[in-house]
Nanobody
Framework: QVQLVESGGGSVQAGGSLRLSCTAS????????MGWSRQAPGNQREWLAE???????DYADSVKGRFTISRDNTKNTAYLQLSSLEPEDTAVYYC?????????WGQGTQVTVSS
C-alpha cells in the first residue's frame, strides 16, 4: 500500500523559507509524477507544482520564482523549497504522486507565515 508522508512544515516569519519533504513508501517502482498542492482555510485546494520522473517541472503562476520542486528518485522523495514566504502562503501543504493510473495523497503538513 502506497503511503506519502510530508514533513518540514512549521511557523515562519514573512520573507522566510522552509523546505518540505514528501517520502513515499510501499512502491517498488518510480512514480510517474510527484507534486504539491495546498489548501488554506475556506479555500479550495490549489495545485502548486509538479515534477516528472525525468526531472521536468511545472509551476502555478502564483508560486513561480518563489517555490522550487525537486525529487530524489533513489529515495522516492520529493521536496518543495519555499522562499520569500508571505502570510498568504499559510495553508496545509499536501504531497501527491501518480503511478500506474492511480493518484495518491499525503496527510498534509501545516505552514504558517506570520507578518
Amino acid at each position: 500500500q502506497v503511503q506519502l508522508v510530508e514533513s518540514g512544515g512549521g511557523s515562519v516569519q514573512a520573507g522566510g523559507s522552509l523546505r518540505l519533504s514528501c517520502t513515499a513508501s510501499g512502491s517498488r517502482s518510480m512514480f510517474r509524477t510527484m507534486g504539491w498542492s495546498r489548501q488554506a482555510p475556506g479555500n479550495q485546494r490549489e495545485w502548486l507544482a509538479e515534477i516528472a520522473a525525468d526531472g521536468t517541472t511545472d509551476y502555478a503562476d502564483s508560486v513561480k520564482g518563489r517555490f522550487t520542486i525537486s525529487r530524489d528518485n533513489t529515495k522516492n522523495t520529493a521536496y518543495l523549497q519555499l522562499s520569500s514566504l508571505e502570510p498568504e502562503d499559510t495553508a496545509v501543504y499536501y504531497c501527491n504522486a501518480a503511478q500506474n493510473g492511480r493518484f495518491y495523497w499525503g496527510q498534509g503538513t501545516q505552514v504558517t507565515v506570520s507578518s
